[in-house]
C-alpha cells in the first residue's frame, strides 16, 4: 500500500525499517535509539534518508551505529542541548508523530502502531520484557492524547482507537491523503 505514496513523506519507527525495505520502499526520516535490524539501519543510512537518533542509557554502546548514517542528528528526552534536540514523545513511535507535528505536518496518518497486548515481530521484545513494552506503549499512547489536543495536524490512525486520532480503514487512505 504504501508503495503507492511515493511523493508523501513517510517518518517510520526503526522498528519498520526492515519490513520497508524488504518492500522496496525507502524511508525519508527514521526516528531511532539504534534497536532496529541493524542491517537494514545501516543499509537505508547510506541513502539520502534523514536519521533522527534518540540517545538514553541504554543504547550508549549502539550510538556509534550512527557514523554508518549519510544523515542524522540527535534526540534527548531531557532538556536540549547544543545541536541535540528534543521534539517530544516516548518511544521511536510516538516521537515519530512528535517530530511531524513539530514541523507542522498538515496531515499524519500512524499505520501499524498497536496499542493493544499483542506486540509486533518487528518490535525486538523479548518475552520477560513484555510487561516494560506494554507499559512503554500506554506511555506513548497517552503522550499522543496529549498531542492531540495540543497539534495544528490532523491525525489519523489505522490501529485500535487513539483520542483525538480519526480511526480510518486502509482503504480511505488515498481520500485522506489527496
Known amino acids: 500500500m504504501l508503495k503507492n505514496f ?9 522498528s519498520a525499517v526492515k519490513v520497508l525495505v524488504e518492500n522496496g520502499i525507502n524511508p525519508d526520516i527514521i526516528v531511532t ?11 537505508v543510512g547510506k541513502t539520502d534518508s534523514i536519521f533522527v537518533v534518540h540517545a538514553h542509557g541504554d543504547n550508549i554502546v549502539r550510538l556509534n ?7 542524522y542528528v540527535g534526540t534527548t528526552q531531557s532538556k536540549p ?3 541535540i534536540q528534543n521534539f517530544g514523545g516516548f518511544t521511536d513511535g510516538d516521537r515519530a ?6 514541523f ?6 500512524l499505520f501499524g502502531m498497536d496499542f493493544g497486548e499483542k506486540i509486533g515481530i518487528y518490535s525486538k ?5 513484555r510487561n516494560t513494552k506494554l507499559k512503554k506503549l500506554r506511555k506513548a499512547k497517552s503522550l499522543l492524547e496529549w498531542l492531540a489536543k495540543k497539534t495544528r ?10 483520542d483525538g486520532f480519526e480511526k480510518i480503514p486502509y482503504g480511505k487512505i488515498n481520500i485522506i491523503i489527496t
Open 33 to 43: 535509539d539504534l534497536d532496529g535490524d541493524k542491517e537494514s539501519l545501516i543499509k
Open 153 to 162: 495536524s490532523q491525525l489519523f490512525t489505522t490501529s485500535i482507537p487513539i
Open 81 to 83: 542541548f547544543k545541536k
Open 65 to 71: 551505529l550512527a557514523a554508518n548514517f549519510k544523515n
Open 6 to 14: 511515493k511523493k508523501e513523506l513517510k517518518i517510520v519507527a526503526d
Open 104 to 109: 507542522e505536518a498538515k496531515k499524519i496518518i
Open 97 to 102: 508523530v512528535f517530530l511531524a507535528s513539530h
Open 125 to 129: 521484545t523479548k518475552v520477560n520484557d
